[in-house]
């Protein structure tokens, strides 16, 4: 004897129930389709697809404003207040790295690596709009897949524009269309060379990765020529550099000039950054070293 129900008693008495329909199919991708329950592939296409273009120029802007675009407004109204001074450009002095906390080094050498890290957030968000759009550094080249050829690149560039800059600097300089720029006056201590250094790579990842592999890559979404979109980052590059005068901006608009072309020949960011870092380092740490013991350098 077994405790199973025999089948005949599990049944209820009365007329079988009518059959239920059977659910229509639903369309592929519906969201209360239990089959496709958790499908990330239709938020994905829609987060890859590119946005409209108004909101690609918000973008821009946005970007611009937080970061390279707002010093270029202030360089000009700095520059507007050189021109407009009582003394010649020529007897004007501008501090490119300065104490920040005179007097006190340690409190200075934490304000100095404070800003140094700041200075670098709108990288990370330039970073993070390209990882919403589907990309990532890599994108544009900032990555370390090519570093003999990105440093041989570099340093080419950076010999050939850094020699070319000076000269033009000092003839700037000695026409008076140029400020005395002083390129640092931090205090004589063990950590003046280190920040100048990290001054110097910070200025390069930020121009490169903003003003080349950034807004050269969202102009050409736009559907903007090659040719003005490097003249326009050329152009914005020059104006935040008016502070230090006329030379300045020429000599880095021209500096923009060149890095737009090679970029799109080479389509990788890292050679400007690395030619960038080599120029403003040895701009940085050289004035530290030769101020006030060569003739050819004004003094601060």
Known sequence: MTDETPVSSAVSAGPEPPARPAPSPSPAGDPGDPAHAGDPAPAAAAALSPPPAWLQRWEIAAVLLVSLGASALYALLSFIGSVTAKQ?????????????????????????L?????SLAPV??????LARSGEGPSSIGADAREPGRDLARGTMLAAVIGGSGLALYLIAYHAGVELNVVAESLPDIWWRIPVLLLSAAQNAISEEVIMIGYLLTRLDRLGMRPS???LLSAVIRGSYHLYQGVGAFLGNAA?????GFFFRRWGRVMPMIIAHFLIDAVTFVGYALLAGHVSWLPRP
């Not at 500096?255 to 890095?259: E, T």
Request: charged fraction near 10%.
């Open 228 to 230: 003005r979109a490097i």
């Open 114 to 118: 404070l800003n140094i890290t700041l």
């Open 255 to 259: 500096m923009g000039l060149i890095f």
């Open 88 to 112: 010649a450009l020529s007897k004007q002095t501008t501090t490119l790295n300065g104490s920040l906390a005179p007097g006190r080094p340690l409190l200075d050498l934490f304000m100095q």
């Open 124 to 129: 990370f968000l330039v970073f993070y709009l």
